[in-house]
């Protein structure tokens, strides 16, 4: 008989650059919302929230069958958040979902869709493939996909993949205890 693993909650994050999030450090958003939209079933208007560690996001809206609600997997262990993260750009969150939920999509064996009124973000967390593994990054460097708002992350040393580019401003990265700190290299700053 073999043992389940048990069920996590996590959720794919988009981190934008500050000139796109019109604030001063980079911010953690959902990665299918970056501007302000409609809902097709009750055309409510709805934006994208900012997620952070330790905090709680409410949904603008919800809806039992299509449209409301915050978007998140669930899965059993190590190789559903792999398979996430090959399908992300590197960021995660680990949820715990608040309020009603909804089962969107049973997925694979491994993987389930669900939306839920709101999630307390629990952590979140830099993810990498290194050689066909997927690795947690602790620290490393921003690196841009040009022509979307997507922002990586990659250890430092890194150079761009092809569909990637340095940002100017370099921004550093800390991950400890599900909190991520940005910071900008010493050089960036000016003395007076």
Known sequence: MSK??????????????????LVDAPMFISPMLDRKTHCDTCQVAYSP??????????????????GGGIYY?????????????RISHGWLAFVEPRGREVVIS?????ITSAKAE??????????????G??????????????????L????????????QRELEDKFHFQVQDGVVYFSLPR????RQ
């Open 4 to 21: 389940e693993a048990p069920q996590i909650a996590f959720k794919q994050l988009r981190l934008i650059h500050p000139e796109k999030g």
């Open 49 to 66: 929230l900012p997620y952070q560690a330790q905090q709680e996001v409410r949904s603008q809206h919800f809806h039992e069958g299509k």
């Open 73 to 85: 997997y669930m899965g059993g262990g190590d190789e559903a958040v792999e398979q996430i993260v």
């Open 106 to 110: 049973p997925g694979t064996a491994s």
């Open 118 to 131: 709101g999630v307390m973000v629990q952590g979140i967390y830099a993810f990498v493939e290194q050689e």
């Open 133 to 150: 593994k997927i690795k947690p990054l602790s620290e490393g460097v921003i690196f841009a996909i040009p022509g979307n708002t997507f």
């Open 152 to 163: 990586v992350p990659r250890p430092y040393g890194a150079r761009p993949e092809a569909k």
């Open 187 to 190: 050089p960036y700053f000016h």
